[in-house]
């Protein structure tokens, strides 16, 4: 089925591409073969911007759909990513607060009292 379909497709585009030259060339008005050779190159020339139309077309689609692709899946991802960004920075600040302060507390606390034992142990005499 798709040998029939490659094949279909090449006769239509030789015929879309040889047709032009065969009808200009073979018309009854041959005046001129220069005016034979404007035909053909308006016709070839309509046929390429018709042509590029479409690809316009089909380019527009395309990146709009790519745009609905990045809206529908790229932004919930962020979001995402978002939430696990502040779930982390909950999690740091809960440590902080409940594991770090009350050792930093304890460890100040230490060294005031070996501070202050040190100094209540010095046995140096002053001098006069």
Request: a negative charge; hydrophobic letters at 65%.
């Given at each position: 089925m798709k040998i029939f379909f490659f094949i279909l497709a090449g006769i239509l585009v030789?015929?879309?591409?040889?047709?032009?030259?065969?009808?200009?060339?073979?018309?009854?008005?041959?005046?001129?073969?220069l005016i034979n050779v404007r035909d053909m190159s308006l016709i070839y020339s309509s046929l390429f911007m018709?042509?590029?139309?479409?690809?316009?077309?089909?380019?527009?689609?395309?990146?709009a759909m790519i745009a609905f692709l990045i809206r529908d899946h790229i932004v919930p991802a962020i979001d995402k990513l978002n939430d696990t960004a502040k779930t982390v920075r909950g999690t740091a600040t809960?440590?902080?607060?409940?594991?770090v302060a009350p050792i930093i507390k304890v460890a100040g606390a230490a060294s005031g009292v070996k501070a202050a034992v040190q100094t209540l142990m010095r046995r140096k005499t002053p001098k006069p």
């Open positions: 030789l015929g879309v591409l040889v047709l032009p030259i065969i009808l200009v060339f073979v018309s009854q008005s041959a005046d001129s073969w018709c042509v590029g139309a479409i690809l316009f077309i089909i380019a527009t689609g395309l990146l809960f440590v902080s607060e409940s594991v």
